[in-house]
């Protein structure tokens, strides 16, 4: 009734706008020097229009209210040019009697631009659908990029609709639909695209490259049943065939074990046909049933370095794990609570030598955590957004963590520790917790396709989190639940179909009787991160060289876009891998000085073109500051202190004290070495530890970033005449290094000499 009654007062303003237009001509000049009468039309014309494109009034979201729309933008035109001639105080009274007319124009605007896009939508989802039911792939391939392309641009549109339920119905009409046929061949055209595309590289010679593409498309044909199947498998056997046998890819398991994935199957392999560079030798091979992935254990690998496989022909670059910085672990896995609750997060520290570490470590807790007890201690607790300093015990740092707020979740924050050198407390290492979730458990919800997007599931648990972190209970009894095509399915039928993205709506009601069905049932997106991490304490990431390579995961299969955030376009492309993780190398430039931000993005689609970097866009990481600069001392002449007689020849109980560049942080690893050189060639290594030679960071207030060589005998001594003499330069350095695992560089280790 209420509904019919605003239609009829709609109906009656729209008549009396129709009369004021059809009054006569004199009439409607006398009226256009009434200001008051313009504004009185502007706003009548405001309200006819305001429901004309609402739920309430006659809005069928088919139809656009142009009429309506061009009078009420006519009326305030004159309403605006009449009130030009009045005071300043007079027209500032007209324009906010304006204010509404005007808004009601502009919401018209994107509401006819929605019913236009929605009608675009429909065309897009008819072309897919006629392509698919050709059974053509290639249409089918071309129709999917149009409309996919074609549909983010509308979709946008749709979304600027006022109105939650004016917006839902025009949305509701066609982006479910599009969406499923999208979705529903998705698959097919990817395995299609990289067939092909592997075809290219192959009569490119990009024999890898091929074959990379080649084991992602057989990837997604093994897990899924496809259409077209039939076809789809012979295009991809097609190029397998005509591959040469080859190296595609190296995996490092371990430091003794490696992953070689083949071009094609082979029927047997043998340890003494995979040859290595620096020394490396394949000591087993064994080859899966597959017959394309061979196992291979090695002698002990040298931490990052890289080497070369070769097998009949073929060859591959591959690079092990870098050494670790420092020795801090921690559990890096999500943990998932509720507000009322708390997580326990244990943190142990080793010295490079492997014993305890007890020097003080900085713990940062994000704003809305709380830390209510500091190594079973409840006295001992760290506030919210709070930096806390923290010695260890027994090399261990145990943490209860809480939410702020019993009533507010607290969802994806990190704990980070940074270990600090005992004397100078400049950061060694630092290292984050895996994300800390506490859940607010909700008494009652009535969904909508806005607050039910599920935002993580815990099927074993019969729970699901949506509505900004708020927690809902799944009972196995006294619920009825529906998928999207409102069949009543199963607790475990649900759960089955349940993944982060899905959207739930229905009735809620945690000691009651619950009515919840799937809306939508999308694929999961796995959450997508950056490994590295900046140091606390440096303005920037530092590298080596001219360029870095940054890693981190996202979901299988999406294009992960790297952005230098001073460009608009995307500086390197790569793809997440079947093992979820992703790399790609960009450009350091070594010369400037001056870091380069990073930043990256994964597509939100199979199909999605990357869009510009925006500091505001969503999905891009926040900019890490890239530094190209080597590791290396200040350049100065190194200070020296005698214990023994001045002059004498001999470094033996000498101390020679180097700084580096103000921005390092100096970590000396077990066995550190410095090697020296003499004119004649004579070489002399001393190594920590040994024949009492210590290599040893300087403490003391001022003395940060410079570290001391106590001189013994030497560890070893070849060359020339076997005896150190005359001004000596410094010709290796291992196990010195900055905070970011950067080996110091011997450029800027001036001579020592007058020992």
């Known amino acids: 009734m209420k509904k019919k009654a605003i239609k009829i007062a709609a109906s009656t303003a729209v008549a009396a706008s129709a009369f004021v237009a059809a009054a006569p001509a004199a009439q409607q000049a006398d009226a256009a020097t009434n200001v008051n009468q313009l504004i009185t039309d502007a706003q009548n014309a405001g309200t006819v229009l305001k429901w004309a494109i609402s739920v309430e009034g006659s809005a069928n979201f088919v139809d656009r209210p142009y009429d309506h729309y061009n009078a009420a933008k006519k009326a305030i035109a004159n309403a605006e040019k009449a009130a030009a001639k009045l005071s300043g105080s007079e027209k ?45 792939i290639e249409k089918v391939e071309a129709a999917y990029h149009t409309a996919t392309a074609e549909y983010r641009k509308q979709a946008a549109l749709l979304d600027r609709v006022y109105g939650q339920s004016t917006r839902d119905e025009i949305r509701n009409k066609v982006k479910p639909s599009i969406e499923k046929l999208v979705a529903d061949v998705k698959n097919e055209v990817t395995v299609n695209m990289l067939a092909k595309a592997a075809d290219t590289d192959l009569k490119a010679n990009k024999f890898a490259d091929a074959s990379k593409k080649i084991a992602e498309a057989q990837a997604i044909l093994d897990a899924n049943v496809l259409k077209w199947e039939t076809a789809l498998q012979k295009s991809v056997d097609d190029v397998k065939t005509a591959l040469p046998l080859s190296v595609s890819t190296v995996s490092v398991l371990n430091d003794t074990t490696l992953v070689v994935t083949l071009s094609k199957p082979v029927v047997a392999v043998a340890a003494s046909e995979f040859t290595f560079d620096k020394g490396l030798v394949a000591t087993s091979a064994v080859l899966s049933s597959d017959k394309k992935t061979v196992t291979l254990t090695t002698n002990k690998q040298a931490a990052g370095t890289e080497y070369t496989v070769a097998y009949k022909g073929s060859s591959a670059k591959f690079t092990t794990v870098a050494a670790p910085i420092g020795n801090v672990t921690l559990d890096t896995a999500a943990s998932h609570a509720e507000t009322t609750q708390s997580i326990a997060l244990v943190a142990s520290f080793k010295t490079p030598q492997g014993t305890a570490n007890n020097n003080p470590v900085n713990v940062t807790v994000p704003t809305g955590y709380k830390v209510i007890s500091v190594n079973g201690s409840t006295a001992s607790t760290i506030a919210s957004g709070t930096t806390e300093m923290i010695s260890p015990v027994n090399g261990q740092i145990v943490l209860v963590v809480a939410a702020n707020s019993t009533t507010t979740p607290a969802v994806g924050g990190k704990i980070k520790f940074e270990t600090l050198t005992g004397s100078n407390g400049s950061v060694v290492e630092s290292k984050s917790s895996g994300s800390l979730n506490f859940y607010l458990l909700d008494d009652a919800e009535v969904f909508t396709t806005t607050t039910g997007v599920v935002e993580y599931v815990d099927a074993a648990n019969n729970y699901f989190v949506a509505n900004s972190g708020n927690k809902y209970l799944l009972k196995a009894s006294g619920n009825v639940y529906q998928d999207k095509d409102s069949n009543i399915i199963t607790l475990d039928t649900l759960k089955s179909k349940l993944s982060k993205g899905d959207v739930v709506t229905g009735q809620y009601i945690k000691d009651g009787s619950s009515v919840l069905k799937l809306e939508l049932d999308r694929v999961e997106t796995a959450d997508f991160e950056v490994d590295q991490e900046l140091v606390t304490g440096t303005p920037a990431f530092r590298v080596a060289g001219n360029t870095i390579t940054l890693t981190g995961s996202g979901e299988v299969g999406r294009e992960v876009s790297v952005y230098d955030t001073s460009k608009a376009r995307p500086v390197a492309k790569t793809t997440v891998l079947a093992n979820g993780k992703w790399t790609a190398t960009v450009p350091v430039d070594p010369t400037t000085g001056v870091p380069v931000n990073f930043s990256a993005r994964q597509a939100t689609s199979v199909n999605e073109i990357a869009p510009d970097y925006s500091t505001t866009g969503a999905g891009f990481t926040a900019p890490l500051p890239v530094l190209a600069a080597a590791f290396e001392t200040n ?5 020296k202190v005698l214990s023994g007689t001045t ?29 020296l050189q003499d004119g004649d060639s004579t070489r002399a290594t001393y190594t920590h530890g040994v024949n009492g030679t210590k290599i040893e960071k300087v403490s003391g207030a001022g003395n940060e970033g410079k570290f001391a060589i106590t001189f013994g005998a030497p560890s070893s001594i070849s060359g020339g005449d076997n005896k150190l003499t005359g001004s000596l330069s410094v010709h290796a350095v291992t196990g010195i290094e900055n905070q970011y695992g950067l080996k110091l ?8 000499f007058g020992y």
């Not at 350049?635 to 200070?639: K, L, N, T, Y």
């Not at 560049?661 to 077990?670: C, E, F, L, N, S």
């Not at 560089?745 to 020592?752: A, C, E, P, W």
């Open 92 to 136: 500032l009274s007209t324009d906010a009697k304006l204010v509404e007319p005007k808004l009601q124009v502009k919401r018209a605007g994107a509401y006819i631009d929605a019913i236009t896009s929605s009608e675009k939508i429909k065309t897009l989802t008819a072309g897919l659908d006629s392509a698919i039911k050709t059974n053509d």
């Open 635 to 639: 350049g100065a002449a190194p200070d």
């Open 647 to 675: 002059a004498d020849e001999s470094l033996n109980g000498d101390v020679v004290t180097y700084t580096v560049k103000t921005i390092d942080t100096v970590v000396i690893k077990a066995g550190a070495t410095i090697t």
């Open 745 to 752: 560089s011997t450029n800027g280790m001036v001579n020592i």
